[in-house]
């Protein structure tokens, strides 16, 4: 039980997980986006056997939701990025979970962004979500530190409100696709990790929107009824 304990809790110590493109991340329960967001049906996320069958994956995100809103949160992630691996150059934040709905609470959690990004000035950090109320609200007064890029996963219609918005904040615009014509992203066309492919293109912002393909089981049909 013993030599259990010590497994766990080795694999416990990191917050920082190792997705499928090869990339280091920063994730945390779904609790906060999946009731909010209108595409919850097509998430990639919905067949993610890691969330559904792995307790100790699971056990990590419980806790990367609360370590996020503390005054740990940089100290903590600051050291996993220096140490972990011989150190990490890119780090992607929420490829699973979302800033809180509360928005008292989101604003805390961006502000931990903000300041881990400005603490590690040397690596490239990208933030993906969906709060558009988080960035309103805390945008207009914190500029962007250089190397973070903000990835707002628009609506299926968005309105020029938030179209300007992100235009005048340089906040990277996204969307999902229904064919691999329309979409500017390799790796969600051919399957293989942003390594692989030689690509890094989402930790810089570009007035270009960047179009995913849609990807998962029965997704494709779900999501024309969406466009409808």
Request: hydrophobic share 35%.
């Amino acid at each position: 039980m013993y030599i259990k304990r010590l497994f766990l809790k080795l694999i416990m110590k990191y917050h920082l997980s190792f997705n499928s493109k090869g990339l280091h991340t920063f994730d945390k329960t779904r609790k906060s986006c999946f009731d909010s967001c209108e595409i919850n049906k097509i998430c990639y996320m919905n067949n993610n056997l890691q969330i559904n069958i792995n307790k100790i994956y699971k056990d990590k995100l419980d806790s990367n939701d609360k370590l996020i809103k503390s005054s740990k949160f940089v100290r903590i992630i600051t050291r996993e990025i220096k140490f972990k691996n011989g150190g990490i150059s890119k780090v992607r934040i929420f490829s699973n979970g979302d800033f809180d709905k509360n928005i008292e609470i989101s604003l805390k959690e961006i502000n931990n962004i903000f300041n881990l990004c400005k603490v590690n000035p040397f690596v490239k950090f990208w933030l993906v979500t969906r709060q558009f109320e988080t960035l309103f609200s805390y945008i207009p007064k914190h500029k962007i530190p250089g190397n973070l890029n903000i990835m707002f996963s628009t609506p299926i219609n968005p309105n020029q409100f938030f179209i300007d918005f992100c235009n005048k904040y340089k906040i990277q615009m996204a969307k999902i696709v229904l064919t691999k014509k329309e979409s500017n992203c390799d790796s969600s066309k051919n399957g293989k990790s942003c390594i692989k492919n030689n690509c890094d293109k989402c930790f810089s912002f570009s007035n270009t929107i960047r179009a995913f393909y849609i990807h998962g089981k029965g997704n494709k049909s779900k999501l024309r009824e969406l466009i409808k």
